[in-house]
């Protein structure tokens, strides 16, 4: 089942935060996000099991709530280089990763 | 850093021609993934692969599309006859054993381009 992403574009400038937002209607196994720049590889961010987990990656953090429904993705005292399309994917104990359509981040100086 | 590499980058064919895309995943990884991205879109999964057999397979991933490990090394998505619809990148994954809670290396990615 397809997560469903929010907002779909996020611009910002430097400094700034955002949130990524990716739900679905049933509980998830697992949520992933990755980001991708223009003509590159999506890049693995951070996994999250369980609900109620948080994980941070510098200033980049998320979390999954209890219902393991919802996850949201946090950019903070964002830097250019965080410009890309985020993607959530969602994960089956079997390996089936299904992403978000995706949200464009553009951080302007 | 070890990391997944595809071949080729850039692949043009005729519509009903056949295709093959090779990745050479991390080298002890054991999970391997294919994904396709239309140009603008989402990424969207193909297929896992896992102990010699597909472990899941989406609704994409029809009677064109067969996976195989043919080596120890290589492991290939053949779409038998192409059509313009599978015009799109598609990416490789591979993930060091089998569970969703590894993460996911990718490809640099190859280019088809159906004519």
């Known amino acids: 089942q397809q997560p469903v992403q929010s907002p779909q574009a996020v611009i910002l400038r430097e400094g700034e935060d955002a949130v990524i937002n990716c739900s679905s209607s049933?509980?998830?196994?697992?949520v992933h996000w990755y980001r991708q720049k223009h003509g590159e590889a999506p890049v693995f961010l951070m996994i999250l099991l369980k609900g109620g987990e948080q994980k941070g990656h510098e200033k980049i953090s998320a979390s999954f709530n209890e219902k393991k429904q919802q996850s949201s993705l946090y950019l903070t005292a964002s830097q250019l280089s965080y410009s890309g399309t985020y993607f959530c994917?969602?994960?089956?104990?079997?390996?089936?990763?299904?992403f978000g359509d995706g949200t464009t981040l553009t951080v302007k100086p | 850093e070890p990391e997944v590499t595809q071949t080729p980058s850039h692949q043009v064919t005729q519509m009903g021609q056949e295709v093959i895309l090779r990745c050479v995943p991390i080298s002890n990884h054991l999970y391997f993934y294919w994904y396709r991205q239309i140009l603008g879109q989402k990424v969207e999964f193909l297929v896992s692969?896992?102990?010699?057999?597909?472990?899941?397979k989406s609704e994409i991933f029809d009677d064109q599309f067969s996976v195989e490990r043919p080596d120890g090394s290589n492991f290939t998505l053949k779409i038998r006859s192409t059509k313009l619809e599978d015009s799109a990148m598609y990416f490789c994954?591979?993930?060091?054993?089998?569970?969703?809670?590894?993460?996911?290396?990718f490809g640099p990615g190859t280019r088809l381009t159906v004519l």
């Open positions: 994954a591979s993930q060091v054993d089998w569970g969703s809670y590894n993460e996911q290396f």
């Open positions: 994917g969602a994960g089956t104990n079997a390996g089936k990763s299904t």
């Open positions: 692969f896992y102990n010699n057999e597909i472990s899941e």
């Open positions: 049933k509980a998830l196994y697992s």
